[in-house]
């Protein structure tokens, strides 16, 4: 998931992008308004974190006009301000949430998980196909009833092909929302990704729903679900990358 923060003091931006990071979320950042306006227009962001103190354009503003553009994407916003005027004024502009300085990062990913479970995406709060199923807010997969431990980015991989089951994703797609648009695309990692999934996911219980479109990228078999699960092996024959 694809994360632009907004937010002009560097200090408590590294940090955010750090944690939101190692969750598995792709985080980009920018320190002023008018950037921050540019970017989130430019390219497609799952939520978008906003100061509302920023240089070049006050976060009310850059809310407003991202609302008239874009009526749909999750906006949480931040400040230092702490008052139900400004509170009622960030909501007022289309803000979906609001959180004030300083706060807790545990609390940060909880707000934001929610904003997700309740985006716009239609998806539903639970992503599957055949017998696999994510629960994002959760962080849990499954494989029939199975539940299978999977890494930060491993999770946010399986997201990313899952809401486009069926669709092929090239290496550069999946590098960008699930890495970070500065990956090297020469890197082999999203290969070595793809081999971990598919030994988690897709072999223990003898299957292929992941398949290599030569040339092209990667699908998910968009199947019909399954439930109740017919795959059902113990844990201990699965195979962990």
């Known amino acids: 998931m694809r994360i632009l923060l907004v937010e002009d003091d560097t200090a408590i931006a590294d940090a955010i992008v750090r944690g939101l990071n190692a969750e598995g979320f792709v985080t980009e950042k920018a320190a002023d308004g008018v950037t921050g306006l540019w970017m989130a227009k430019e390219s ?19 809310c407003r006009l991202l609302r008239i553009s874009d009526p749909q994407v999750p906006i949480l916003m931040l400040t230092a301000k702490d008052g139900e005027f400004d509170e009622a004024d960030a909501l007022d502009l289309g803000a979906d949430d609001y959180l004030t300085k300083p706060f ?3 609390v940060l990913l909880a707000r934001l998980r929610a904003l997700l479970r309740r985006g716009s995406s239609g998806q539903g709060p639970i992503l599957g196909t055949g017998t696999l199923r994510l629960d994002p807010s959760q962080a849990r997969c499954w494989r029939g009833s199975i539940e299978i431990s999977l890494t930060a980015r491993e999770l946010a991989l399986t997201e990313f092909l899952l809401r486009r089951k069926g669709h092929v994703v090239s290496r550069a797609s999946i590098a960008e929302h699930v890495w ?11 290969e070595v990704y793809i081999g971990y999934l598919r030994r ?7 299957v292929r729903d992941i398949v290599t479109i030569r040339g092209l990228g990667y699908r998910l078999n968009d199947l019909p679900l399954i439930d109740p699960p017919l795959v059902d092996v113990p844990p201990s024959d699965q195979t962990t990358a």
Do not use: H, R, T
Request: aromatic share 12%.
């Open 44 to 62: 497609a962001f799952d939520v978008v974190i906003l100061d509302i103190m920023l240089p070049g354009m006050s976060g009310y503003e850059v």
């Open 104 to 106: 807790s990062f545990v």
């Open 180 to 190: 970070s648009a500065e990956l090297d695309i020469d890197s082999n990692i999203v």
């Open 200 to 206: 988690k996911l897709d072999y223990p219980f003898g």
